[in-house]
C-alpha cells in the first residue's frame, strides 16, 4: 500500500511542476523569505516566475500588530514587484502579495522576514 502511494505521488510530480510553471508564483524576494536583516529594508521586491498584470497584482507589508508598514502602492515592471516602507524598527513583518499574472491566472501568497540581530 506505502509503495503505491510512493508511486502515485512520483507520477504526479511532474504535473505539478508544468502547473506552477503556468503561473506566477513567487521566485524570490528581497529581503529573503523568512530571513532576518540587522538593518530595516526601505522596500520590498518580489520577483515572480511569469510576468504580472500592474493593474491587478498587489503587496502589503504588515507589522506584529497587523498594522501597514508600506508606501501604499506597489510599482510593476515585467515580473518584478516592488513596494517602499516606511521607518520599521527591529520586529517581525508579513509581506501579503497577490498577482495576477498575464495568463490571467491569479495568485497569492505571503512570507515573512525578521528586523534585528539575528
Ligand atoms: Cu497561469
Known amino acids: 500500500m506505502r509503495k503505491l502511494l510512493v508511486i502515485a505521488a512520483l507520477l504526479f510530480v511532474p504535473l505539478a511542476t508544468t502547473a506552477a510553471r503556468a503561473h506566477a508564483f513567487l521566485d524570490h524576494a528581497s529581503p529573503l523569505v523568512g530571513s532576518t536583516v540587522a538593518s530595516a529594508p526601505r522596500e520590498v521586491v518580489l520577483t515572480f516566475t511569469q510576468n504580472l498584470e500592474p493593474a491587478f497584482s498587489t503587496v502589503e507589508v504588515t507589522d506584529g500588530n497587523g498594522a ?6 506597489a510599482s ?3 515580473n518584478t514587484m516592488r513596494i517602499g516602507l516606511k521607518a520599521i524598527g527591529a520586529g517581525s513583518y508579513k509581506v501579503n502579495w497577490h498577482a495576477l499574472s498575464v495568463d490571467t491566472h491569479t495568485t497569492q501568497g505571503s512570507f515573512s522576514f ?3 540581530n539575528p
Request: proline fraction near 0%.
Open 68 to 73: 501597514r508598514v508600506d508606501q501604499g502602492k
Open 76 to 78: 510593476v515592471s515585467g
Open 114 to 116: 525578521r528586523v534585528g
